[in-house]
């Protein structure tokens, strides 16, 4: 972004003023937000220019600083006065330089709990059993992108699974798509029509914390459940990802998050088996606990 503004580079924010704003994706965008509370200790006033979709959730999640939509033209409070500016993604620099600078009780995102609360009491009614949220791919598909994302096929075994019902929560699925899934798996998946879960990100937070699982490859919808704080299955399509930290199976960013690797395997077999064990005992555990 082109602003004539001195970039922060870790000097004393006491009394100063800060621009933080946005760069890469949704996603990453979500993770490098959860540096926002350490910055705000930092300084005195916190100005963050995000995605619009994110306004409402961020305005919840991070009082102490003021979330306005990064947007054309600009808006005005981009345009004030401020000591220091610095892209989202180079404050794990200061706040993430290694494991033991994660927080131990890490904000969580906020949902709107009027709006969740609704959503579980109409899942509910229409489905006792163990709700597993489901995402499989990505908006923007490539050659070199579709590799990371799984198709039907890949996950049509846990469509088999008994006492489990899949929430789609996958964007950019026309109606004719959810028609062909309907009748290929009949009675396994429930949508939510009336949630826009590309551009409604804040009615899409209460969806998920109505699931008991969310399952997904790496989408802003993994992002925003481990934001959330919600139990999430990441399918990863290599050994390791950046922002594991060279964990094995677990990353600091989000604690609730289970890594399911598929590693050098061509196939996503594997993972789909591992998957369908963690769904399996969560169905047992869920009858179990009825009354």
């Not at 000097?11 to 704003?21: A, D, F, M």
């Not at 890469?24 to 350490?38: F, H, V, Y």
């Not at 959330?228 to 998050?257: H, I, R, V």
């Not at 395997?265 to 591992?274: A, F, H, L, S």
Request: glycine share 4%.
């Amino acid at each position: 972004m082109d602003l004539a503004i001195p970039e922060w580079k870790g000097e004393s924010g006491v009394g100063k003023s800060i621009l933080v704003y946005r760069e890469q994706g949704l996603g990453d965008e979500i993770m490098w937000a959860t540096c926002l509370p350490d910055l705000a200790q930092e300084f005195s006033t916190v100005v963050y220019a995000c995605h619009p979709k994110l306004v409402t959730l961020f305005s919840r999640t991070y009082p102490e600083v003021a979330i306005i939509p990064n947007r054309v033209p600009r808006h005005p409070m981009m345009l004030e006065h401020f000591d220091y500016q610095i892209p989202i993604a180079s404050l794990p620099r200061f706040f993430r330089r290694h494991v033991e600078s994660f927080p131990i009780n890490p904000r969580l995102m906020q949902d709107d709990v009027i709006r969740t609360e609704h959503w579980r009491q109409r899942l509910k009614e229409l489905q006792p059993n163990l709700l597993v949220g489901l995402a499989w791919r990505s908006g923007y598909s490539d050659a070199i992108r579709d590799v990371h994302y799984l198709s039907l096929d890949d996950l049509a075994p846990m469509f088999e699974l008994p006492g489990v019902v899949y929430v789609n929560l996958q964007y950019h699925l026309s109606d004719i798509e959810k028609q062909q899934l309907d009748e290929r798996f009949p009675g396994k998946v429930l949508h939510a029509y009336e949630v826009d879960l590309f551009d409604d990100l804040d009615a899409t937070a209460c969806l998920m914390k109505a699931c008991d699982l969310i399952v997904a490859p790496c989408t802003s919808t993994l992002m925003l459940a481990g934001a959330l704080g919600l139990p999430a299955l990441y399918l990863l399509s290599l050994q390791q990802d950046f922002w594991m930290l060279g964990n094995e199976g677990y990353s600091p960013w989000f604690p609730t998050t289970t890594v399911l690797a598929r590693g050098i395997e061509n196939n996503w077999q594997n993972v789909i088996e591992q998957t369908s064990l963690i769904i399996l005992q969560l169905a047992k555990e869920k009858i179990q606990s009825k009354p």
